[in-house]
């Protein structure tokens, strides 16, 4: 059995249990709703969530560097990054992939030994692991700057019309 062969063939199954592991993550009325209509408009998060990891599929699948899965990626992570998650909650679904392809594979060929024929899917899922958690990092890290730079401006202005600013600060 050729694991490329399977991966491509059972793609929109593996898909569809990808996209759910990321949904399975937030409480119940989220997840309906996400799960729920697959339009652009009407669901924007649930249609990035499902659109993006087809296409992080499709670049694993191709053996092209996983760099190449970057705006996807992002695309999903920024979501999860405003949405203050914990990294282990934001990023689950990445390794959670190796787990929806060994039970896929197990259930197709349940005498198969599916550990080594796995090595180096697992091995590429890591390293999209790897890539999903800095991009993760540098959303979070933006959002803190942002809010940093709001609490200075707030504050600045607070000072400004409290007349508290010395004439040079203003000035400079």
């Not at 949405?83 to 909650?89: E, I, K, L, N, T």
């Amino acid at each position: 059995m050729e694991l490329q062969k399977f991966l491509t063939d059972n793609h929109h199954a593996i898909c569809a249990q990808w996209a759910e592991a990321i949904i399975k993550t937030y409480p119940e009325e989220g997840a309906k709703f996400f799960s729920g209509s697959s339009n652009q408009f009407a669901n924007p998060v649930g249609h990035t969530f499902r659109n993006n990891v087809e296409r992080i599929y499709k670049i694993l699948l191709s053996q092209a560097d996983v760099a190449e899965c970057s705006t996807d990626l992002d695309g999903i992570l920024r979501i999860r990054a405003v949405q203050g998650f914990a990294p282990s909650v934001a990023l689950s679904f990445l390794p959670a992939l190796k787990e929806i392809v060994r039970r896929q594979l197990e259930k197709a060929y349940p005498a198969e030994q599916p550990d080594s024929m796995l090595y180096d899917w697992n091995t590429r899922v890591d390293r999209l692991t790897m890539l999903g958690f800095d991009l993760y990092m540098n959303c979070r890290e933006l959002l803190w700057k942002q809010k940093a730079n709001q609490l200075y401006s707030r504050t600045h202005k607070l000072l400004e019309r409290a007349n508290l600013l010395k004439d040079e600060e203003v000035a400079g």
